[in-house]
């Protein structure tokens, strides 16, 4: 089933002097109780392209298709539903948790005005439900945490404090943008652990975004690479990292260091630097940097054509098994 | 003959009314001409406090810094000393190192200025020769940095680095700030600087990834102190310490197969009040009586490779080669 079908979303920024094509034309779905993953650089549209569906972007934004949630469409929604359906169906968790957390307020404080201003609830329900959302995330001694505040825990306690957050509605959907990526090797393995544990006894469906394959690799179900704006490559996890089709993505990965690689084997880095809003190049936004392009891809824009489970945008397809 | 020698190194932190905090406690390590040194570990292990006490911008508290032969002298009001100019540092960010209103070339050509190493006719050819040997065209002199993207300000930092010659460098998290293309564009750079130029690195890193993929060899460090140093491909392949053990099973690793990253029980504890006995005990999975009360030295354990660990004279004879992952549910 799917829980959030997203629809040709595309996301043009007016700065003063141009207008900037942020997010070019993305699809893709979500299924229920899946975790999916979307990736790329800096720079690729990755999380304008989910902050769009929660109208959480400045003023100046303008955003067009169409984002189903349950069969309402998120995009058209009037802003005062669209608060609520956000504020009761989705939870968000940010990279930072020092930066999302008030560092004056108390963790529970924090936890619990998202339930009383959504649902009402009293203070001791509220309280009830924050004691044990902080239990389910493994937070030692939740009731003297709640009378703490974000400064007095290290990093990892406060993305898992910050994911409990995120759980006090129970939403359906949990959005975390780069929610390891502050955090130390051993310290983001637990995060892992932990959202893997809550997608499978709470049935929930996660989008995870973050640049790093490793992660993904651990985590995601479903799989979008994103570049320039657009996906260029999306289909199930597993089979999209061990068989990469598009030369971006094939790229991406080998650029990466492998833990079974031998040393001094020299990483291939990618030649030229990824592109950037305001200066796209024309056709394929990768073709400057493929190693296969040919002509056609320098002046039209490839389609992500459905090929079995994958999707690829590339008519080149020099990867196909 | 070492380049760059670090001889028990120590770095307190004086609080007042308060316990210092031993920011790096009696670290030794050594870096030789063309060699890659990695030193990981995680925020707040002293990776970066060791690297800045190495080139000489904290004063230690104790122990020795010898740079081509001859001891360093402390900072001296401000200023480093002439004999420390070819011991080099380049920063994490190299948007913050960069003027951002002056022109690269004059960036670079500032260093051989203040250094005196050429002619002020000949400054402008050698800065383009530099910003070449860094893998970018001469033609970067006349653009100031934020023309340029984070892989290409970097090779910047490098080549001003490069200006004054130096036989080693230090490098505190050059690669983190950046994207995975160009990180992988960087480190090969760096690989190729220390072997076509004879320079020895000192790569400081939280990714044992990366450094595994560079490195000749490898410092871990946890909780201010080196707790294993040896070759790169046997620490890998058969860690001595936990600790490093630990580091590899937590790295991801992006092939679809789902491996699932270990987590490290518990929390780095403070530093101004660190553990008794080993300070890894409390997290250790192999921890025993003795690791509570008595503090192991790092000592040599086999050929080249020193880990402090009461175990790791055992573990070395027990383990076999290769880490296969193990699957632990979370």
């Known amino acids: ?321 | 003959m070492s380049a760059l020698e670090i001889r028990g190194l120590e770095v307190s932190y004086e609080r007042r009314g308060r316990e210092p905090v031993r920011a790096v406690v009696d670290a030794s390590l050594s870096v030789g001409r063309g060699e890659i040194v990695g030193l990981v570990g995680e925020s707040g292990c002293g990776k970066s406090t060791l690297a800045r006490a190495a080139v000489g911008l904290i004063r230690p508290t104790g122990g020795t810094i010898v740079f081509e032969g001859r001891e360093l002298p402390a900072l001296d009001r401000g200023a480093r000393s002439r004999a420390a100019a070819r011991l080099q540092m380049v920063f994490q960010n190299p948007y913050a190192s960069l003027n951002p209103r002056r022109r690269i070339g004059r960036q670079i050509a500032d260093a051989l200025a203040i250094l005196g190493l050429a002619d002020r006719e000949e400054r402008p050819r050698r800065a383009r020769d530099l910003l070449e040997r860094v893998g970018l065209p001469a033609t970067a002199a006349s653009r100031f940095p934020h023309e340029f993207s984070g892989g290409q300000r970097q090779r910047i930092a490098i080549a001003r680095a490069l200006a004054a010659d130096p036989s080693v460098l230090v490098l505190d998290e050059p690669l983190s700030s950046l994207d995975a293309s160009a990180q992988a564009q960087i480190a090969n750079l760096l690989v190729d600087l220390s072997h076509g130029l004879g320079l020895g690195l000192l790569l400081i890193s939280h990714d044992l990834g990366i450094v595994h993929q560079v490195a000749d060899r490898v410092c871990v460090m946890y909780l201010g102190e080196i707790v294993e140093q040896g070759p790169t491909d046997e620490v890998w392949a058969r860690p001595l310490h936990p600790y490093t053990e630990a580091l590899i099973h937590a790295i991801p690793h992006p092939d679809g197969r789902r491996f699932m990253p270990e987590a490290l029980p518990g929390e780095v504890p403070d530093p101004a009040r660190p553990p008794s006995g080993c300070r890894f005990h409390p997290r250790c999975p192999v921890a025993f009586d003795r690791c509570t009360h008595e503090h192991p030295a790092l000592e040599p354990v086999v050929d080249h490779r020193a880990a402090a660990c009461w175990l790791a004279a055992e573990r070395a004879l027990m383990r076999t080669p290769g880490t296969a992952p193990r699957a632990v549910e979370g």
Do not use: W
Not at chain 1, 153 to 175: K, N, V
Not at chain 1, 251 to 277: D, F, K, T, Y
Not at chain 1, 279 to 295: E, I, K, T
């Open chain 1, 1 to 321: 089933m799917t829980l959030l079908a997203v629809d040709e979303l595309r996301v043009r920024v007016a700065t003063d002097d141009r207008t900037l094509q942020i997010v070019d034309g993305v699809s893709y779905e979500v299924g229920e109780g899946r975790i999916f993953g979307i990736a790329g650089e800096s720079g690729s549209g990755k999380t304008v392209s989910v902050l769009a569906l929660m109208g959480l972007l400045p003023r100046g934004a303008s955003v067009t298709g169409s984002a189903r949630f349950e069969g309402d469409d998120l995009v058209a929604m009037p802003a005062a539903q669209l608060r609520q359906v956000c504020g009761r169906e989705i939870g968000l968790v940010f990279q930072d948790p020092l930066t999302s957390f008030h560092p004056m307020l108390s963790v529970g404080r924090q936890l619990t005005e998202h339930l009383r201003h959504h649902y009402g609830a009293s203070r001791g329900d509220a309280r009830g439900r924050a004691l044990a959302l902080l239990e389910e995330v493994r937070i030692p001694d939740p009731a003297n945490a709640f009378d703490r505040y974000p400064h007095e825990f290290s990093g990892g306690m406060r993305q898992r404090i910050a994911i409990a957050g995120a759980l006090m509605c129970e939403p359906r959907l949990l959005i975390a943008d780069e929610p390891t990526t502050a955090l130390d090797v051993t310290v983001q393995a637990g995060i892992l652990r932990l959202i893997d544990r809550l997608r499978r006894d709470r049935a929930l469906s996660v989008i995870l975004i973050t640049h790093d394959l490793g992660v993904m690799s651990a985590l995601a179900d479903d799989l979008a690479i994103f570049y320039g704006g657009r996906i260029v490559e999306n289909g199930p996890a597993t089979e999209l990292l061990a068989a990469p089709r598009h030369p971006y993505t094939r790229a991406l990965l080998e650029a990466l260091p492998h833990p079974e690689s031998g040393r001094g084997e020299p990483l291939r880095g990618i030649p030229g630097a990824p592109a950037q809003p305001g200066s796209l190049p024309s056709g394929c936004v990768f073709h400057p940097r493929c190693a296969y392009a040919v002509d056609s891809c320098r002046t039209e824009v490839p389609p992500l054509r459905r090929l079995g489970d994958r999707a690829l945008a590339c008519p080149v397809d020099p990867f196909a098994p």
